[in-house]
């Protein structure tokens, strides 16, 4: 069965550093997302992209994360200067269409640590 | 903005218990999603639904619209289906997640 990958599992960069998180939709889907999840409390959102654009971002998506489909398969997360509040663990999810009776199927996440 | 509430935060139960999880939004939605994080972090989908009852082996999820709430109910539960289980609900292209249920099933 079809699944989103995310690499790499665990990513560990001091204050200040960039960092990319990567992602491998699955291939036929369309829309893409972020989330995030801060140990111990909900996942949120963060941004959909659709068609080499994002569709839409929460604000914790400030100026400093970016995304990207730089080639057909991956989907990337920028984090420009990493936070210590920017550690999380973060989801990427694809579906194969953006209207609500699409599911999304979520990667197994990276989990992301500032020190 | 839609806010979503879940309880009980934590469950325990018995093997073979019958476990009920509730979720309550505050927004009419399009679709409402139950999903399942063990404790390696990974999420996995059980049901989406937008209107009445769903099925699938022990598990049953259920969603009244008009009082805007929903139901995760577990049969026979068993302690590998110990793990978070999260209500969302889809919000233009986003889903909104409640705070999640911690399911312990002990043998």
């Known amino acids: 069965e079809p699944e989103v990958t995310q690499t790499p599992s665990h990513q560990v960069t001091q204050m200040g550093q960039e960092v990319i998180l990567r992602c491998v939709p699955i291939?036929?889907?369309?829309?893409f997302y972020w989330y995030r999840q801060i140990l111990g409390q909900k996942v949120e959102f963060l941004v959909s992209?659709?068609?080499?654009?994002?569709?839409?971002k929460s604000e914790i998506f400030d100026d400093q994360f970016s995304v990207e489909r730089p080639d057909g398969s991956n989907f990337t997360l920028k984090i420009r200067s990493t936070k210590l509040e920017d550690s999380a663990m973060y989801f990427c999810?694809?579906?194969?269409?953006?209207?609500?009776?699409?599911?999304?199927?979520f990667g197994p996440g990276t989990r992301l640590t500032v020190t | 903005k839609n806010e979503v509430e879940q309880s009980p935060q934590n469950l325990t139960a018995q093997e073979g218990e019958f476990i009920t999880i509730n979720c309550s939004y505050s927004v009419g939605i399009s679709a409402l999603h139950w999903l399942q994080q063990h404790p390696g972090g990974g999420i996995v989908s059980l049901f989406m639904?937008?209107?009445g009852k769903k099925k699938h082996g022990r598990l049953i999820a259920t969603i009244n619209i008009q009082e805007k709430h929903s139901s995760l109910h577990i049969t026979a539960s068993h302690p590998r289906d110990s793990a978070v289980y999260i209500c969302?609900?889809?919000?233009?292209?986003?889903?909104?997640f409640g705070t999640g249920t911690r399911l312990q099933v002990f043998p």
């Open positions: 969302a609900v889809r919000d233009t292209d986003k889903l909104i």
């Open positions: 291939s036929n889907h369309l829309y």
């Open positions: 999810a694809s579906s194969e269409m953006g209207t609500w009776n699409y599911e999304q199927y």
């Open positions: 639904l937008s209107s």
């Open positions: 992209f659709y068609n080499n654009e994002i569709s839409e």
